[in-house]
């Protein structure tokens, strides 16, 4: 599936390109027809060109067979996004719709030797046959909305793409709008030229097509119309007959936490399946194996999972997924299962396109994780009366939470005694891991301000583990109901937390990766690198092990006014 959906991304852009083109050219009529002309020049001569013809037709039928086998494949429609309606709505308005304008153009021109100018479409289109040119207008508009939508629901996971969305957004309403008004210039322009009799002369002498041409031109509009019937049909009639046939296997039946439990025939994705029961499903790609969102833990039954394809295969590598973790949306179960879904399912973005409030929606980042947890507190608390041991957890939480904050981070999470840290949404990964090192260095010298602050109140010093790791994560506003805030999943989240857990062993204070040191620039001359062995994983990480996090090299870029407390 993975080459399935590369093949239709590339082809798409190929006919968006085309038509992005083809519409720039329109918008020269606001100019004047001879600049249309002009434009048409240069188009003709890039897209009619043998190599580029034959490029242009393998995308067309490449893209219409690859849409077709997507609507074949798919099992369930409940759950469909308004994006996916407009796509498939207007992905099959189009062929039938321009089929006319394809013949009458590029047909024309191919066999009959047709000189296809603009002034010859816009007489037809304006002149001759106004619905014509309505029609027209429409499938300008269709084409345009089908390709844009299916480059937005492509980037939408891109870091980058959010803060350029109102930019790209105005862009492309500017192309069509302006591509509308050319095209009624143009018109108005041909009907005034048509009242000179010598441009008019000139016009018919140039346009002469004999008279078979006409009845070539709708016996192959018939015979391509009939075509499309056939397809569609044999696509549903195939699509009916393996449905019979499904309808005779058992049914698979796959339980959920809680209780819950869906009967389905074979076939289904366990995420098509989860939409068909009403089970709420993380997935913010939308299911097509790229975000990770929709994991889920097979509990019984992962003899039943077909081995993972390529496209579930890669993101399982990069996520570092533990044994029994599968992607939701890839896998189509052989027989019954036990499932837990890993991430609860997100609340409907609402947020506007800030740094943190663009990532709400989810987006791919690369960015330092910062983990840091309180040795011995199981033991120290046990020592100590409840109130007391809220009141220094809550010191605690502030020293460090100050010691973050000041130096660029977001606070993800507290988890018991432990703090999960971000740094780098929407900036550079230098940026990143400068200031996670940073903030490791204002940690270690709060957490001795504390130390000597509480020095009654604690009895013995507190000593923390800070783990830093870097990478690509999926950054997004995750939780259930009012229990919502942006959080970061993938493998180097779980890499920083058990370099953070591999202090004990080193007894040191701070571990971070060398993909750390050298995405900060910083020189580690006299730290050497270790490989450092973490819980749950084959693979050592190269890593710095300081048993004093203050000992961090000088980090270039932070030697700012209140970055670090020294």
């Not at 909305?145 to 957004?169: S, V």
């Not at 699509?239 to 309808?247: D, N, T, V, Y």
């Not at 339980?255 to 089970?279: C, D, F, M, N």
Request: proline share 5%; net charge positive.
């Amino acid at each position: 599936m993975h080459y399935v959906n590369r093949a239709r991304l590339i082809s798409g852009l190929i006919l968006f390109a085309f038509v992005a083109t083809h519409l720039l050219n329109h918008a020269l009529g606001i100019i004047s027809l001879p600049a249309m002309e002009a434009g048409r020049e240069i188009f003709i001569l890039v897209w009619r060109a043998p190599l580029m013809t034959v490029v242009l037709i393998a995308a067309t039928v490449v893209h219409m067979a690859l849409a077709l086998f997507a609507v074949y494949r798919r099992r369930i429609w409940r759950g469909i996004s308004l994006a996916e309606v407009i796509q498939l709505v207007t992905g099959f308005a189009l062929p039938p719709l321009l089929v006319v304008h394809v013949l009458a153009n590029r047909g024309l021109h191919d066999i009959y030797g047709l000189d296809d100018t603009y002034a010859w479409v816009l007489v037809a289109l304006w002149h001759l046959d106004p619905l014509g040119g309505l029609q027209q207008a429409v499938v300008v508009i269709l084409s345009w909305a089908h390709g844009c939508t299916g480059i937005h629901r492509w980037l939408r996971l891109k870091q980058w793409y959010r803060p350029c969305i109102p930019g790209l957004y105005t862009a492309a309403l500017l192309t069509v709008i302006l591509s509308l008004i050319g095209f009624v210039n143009g018109g108005q322009e041909v009907v005034v030229l048509l009242d000179d009799p010598v441009w008019r002369s000139a016009y018919l002498l140039r346009t002469q097509l004999p008279g078979e041409a006409s009845a070539w031109l709708y016996a192959a509009r018939d015979t391509a119309w009939m075509g499309m019937i056939i397809t569609i049909s044999v696509v549903g009639l195939a699509r009916g007959i393996h449905l019979l046939i499904e309808r005779q296997r058992k049914r698979i039946v796959i339980q959920y936490p809680g209780g819950q439990k869906a009967a389905v025939l074979p076939g289904l994705t366990i995420l098509e399946t989860s939409r068909r029961a009403g089970v709420s499903h993380a997935s913010i790609c939308g299911g097509r194996g790229r975000c990770s969102t929709c994991r889920v833990k097979v509990l019984e039954g992962l003899d039943n999972c077909p081995e993972p394809e390529e496209i579930e295969a890669r993101v399982l590598r990069r996520l570092g997924a533990a044994p029994g973790v599968r992607l939701a949306c890839q896998v189509r179960p052989t027989g019954d299962l036990r499932v837990y879904p890993l991430l609860p399912a997100p609340a409907t973005s609402h947020a506007a396109y800030s740094n943190t409030a663009g990532s709400a929606r989810g987006a791919e980042e690369c960015i330092a994780i910062l983990f840091a947890d309180i040795r011995g507190f199981t033991q120290f608390s046990q020592q100590k009366l409840p109130y007391d041991v809220v009141f220094l957890i809550n010191q605690y939480f502030r020293y460090m939470g100050e010691a973050v904050e000041r130096n660029g981070g977001k606070l993800d999470k507290f988890i018991g005694d432990g703090v999960m840290a971000l740094f780098g949404i929407g900036e550079t990964p230098e940026a990143g891991a400068r200031k996670a090192l940073a903030a490791a260095r204002a940690m270690s010298v709060a957490l001795n301000e504390m130390n000597d602050a509480l020095r009654a109140e604690l009895g013995q010093p507190l000593r923390i583990g800070i783990g830093i790791e870097i990478g690509d994560v999926v950054v997004g506003e995750m939780g259930y109901r009012n229990v919502m805030s942006v959080t970061a999943i993938g493998a180097p989240v779980n890499v920083a937390s058990r370099l953070e857990d591999a202090n004990k062993d080193h007894q040191s204070q701070i571990i971070f990766s060398e993909a750390v040191a050298v995405a900060a620039g910083m020189d580690m001359d006299g730290f050497p690198v270790q490989d450092v062995n973490i819980r749950g994983d084959n693979e050592a990480v190269p890593a710095y092990v300081l048993h004093d996090a203050r000992a961090i090299p000088p980090i270039p870029g932070s030697a700012r006014k209140g970055t670090v407390r020294t």
